[in-house]
């Protein structure tokens, strides 16, 4: 059993930054691939970024490649996810997941966070 809790969210300008973290209680948090994914008002939840066990790998969704990244550090048991240059559309709740394997798909993650409000002003 994985309990995430996201913290870090909050009111930011566009072109602004945010670091959101994600902390996982157990001690086996490093045998699990972690995932970011958002859901904005009316719309279904979509995937943001992904991370394998190890933070060797990892894979953003093209509307914020480049933009945000996702990293984890296994000593601390959190996994984070920068977001730099942010647009008003980034604007949703984010949650964080954990997954036996790492994947894009929602439905491969067995542990989800409550989420955290990250709103984008113009």
């Known amino acids: 059993q994985v309990q995430l809790v996201e913290s870090g969210g909050g009111l930011v300008q566009a072109g602004g930054s945010l670091r959101l973290s994600c902390a996982a209680s157990?001690?086996?948090?490093?045998?699990?691939?972690m995932g970011w994914f958002r859901q904005a008002p009316g719309k279904e939840r979509e995937f943001v970024a992904c991370?394998?066990?190890?933070?060797?790998?990892?894979y953003y969704a093209d509307s914020v490649k480049g933009r945000f990244t996702i990293s984890r550090d296994n000593a601390r048991n959190t996994v984070y996810l920068q977001m730099n240059s942010l647009k008003p559309e980034d604007t949703a709740v984010y949650y964080c997941?954990?997954?036996?394997?790492?994947?894009?798909?929602?439905?491969?993650?067995?542990?989800w966070g409550q989420g955290t409000q990250v709103t984008v002003s113009s």
């Open positions: 157990g001690r086996t948090f490093s045998s699990y691939a």
């Open positions: 991370i394998k066990r190890s933070g060797g790998s990892t």
């Open positions: 997941a954990a997954s036996p394997r790492v994947t894009t798909h929602s439905y491969d993650y067995n542990y």
